[in-house]
């Protein structure tokens, strides 16, 4: 090895060490924003909160990103604009963030784009994120841009009720019921409806309120399987489950213009 030859190698072994310098800086800035951002958060100081993701967001922090989409979607810390939303969710989203790919795929349900929606759900269930898993199970429950699967749809939602999403607790909870996807079982059917009206889930909750008045006149055993035979003829899974596709998908978003509501801040959610 010659000298000049050594001396362009060691100039090489620089500028990537240098360039490696800078992206651990920039990853400890960014970071550390996000993490300023989040105690701003936890003291409800959202203005602050906000400047601070946004921050981190532009230095490309992927959570960042998809915080400040749902602030720009919700409105409230700041001026409402669903496209500046969507940019900033396409930007998390192509660093595969899976959040803001579900929230991609509930944007594209607005427009009635299943087949776009489809691909985004895909994508973060295949990442293990919860809403998606539930929304893909109502895809294939009711043959949305895919071939109705009702197995399928069942493994999605029993994926996405073991990580504590109350809709697919219940859904499982009603396939459950009715053997449809899924071996019939309805104790254990009954027991995730349960665990979704305990998590607040409004269809859950209206299931055992109706469950409970029946028992009440009828008594015991009888009154359940008597409720869970008129459940099943009254077509639980073209009515129970069918708030229908688009009706299952208004509970999360809702109405065609209006914000996309979240239980926590938006900042947070």
Known sequence: MNFKHWIDRSLSAVVVLAALAMVVFAARTFGSARDDAEAAVRAKDYPRAFRLYEKAAKG????????IANAYLNGGVTKRDETLAADWYGRSAKQGYAPAETMLGRLA????DYRQALQ?????ASKGDALAEDYLGYFYLFGRAVAKDPVK???????SARKGNADAQYQ???LLLNGAGVKKDPAKGLQ???LAAGAGEPGARQFLRTLAE??????????IGSFLGEHRKSAALAAVLSLAFLAAIVTAV????????FKRSVLAA
Do not use: T
């Open 192 to 194: 995730s409806i349960r």
């Open 153 to 159: 749809a069942a493994q999605l939602f029993g994926d």
């Open 60 to 67: 490309g922090d992927a959570q960042a990103q998809y915080r």
């Open 214 to 223: 029946r028992k009440k006149h009828k008594g015991g055993g009888r009154a």
């Open 172 to 174: 499982i909870g009603i």
């Open 254 to 261: 809702r109405g065609g213009k209006g914000p996309i509501r």
């Open 120 to 124: 985004w759900f895909q994508s973060a």
């Open 109 to 112: 349900l607005r427009k009635k």
